[in-house]
């Protein structure tokens, strides 16, 4: 199978894409709409547009329609690009690097029970 590249020459495949690209394509469609840009001025509202996004996926949840969940689920992921993009945030690497992170934490640490 050949390699894949995203938009801006970075490599993808089946478990990874670029964040950056999708973030930029997010706000240019988000703008084209009508919607204002992420910017450290109004980061608080659009963090609430996530948490109203996971209400709806809740909600969803709640009445068993699985496909309104999932579209919910990519609004979540597709705000929070978002903001990543705006505030030119490298969510990628974050996300790497959190991962990595948990990875060193011990078994239910906290006394988290899920």
Known sequence: MPKQYCTCGHWI????????CLGKDINR???EHGFTPPDKGNVLG?????????SEAA??????DWENFAE??????????QIGYGLDIDLESAVWQK?????LRPYRHSGKTS
């Open 13 to 20: 495949d089946a478990r990874r894409f670029c964040f950056a």
């Open 29 to 31: 469609c988000a703008i």
């Open 46 to 54: 659009k963090l609430m547009l996530v948490v109203t996004e996971v």
């Open 59 to 64: 909600e969803a949840t709640r009445i068993g």
């Open 72 to 81: 919910e689920l990519a609004d979540v992921l597709i705000r929070v690009l």
């Open 99 to 103: 991962i990595k992170k948990n990875e």
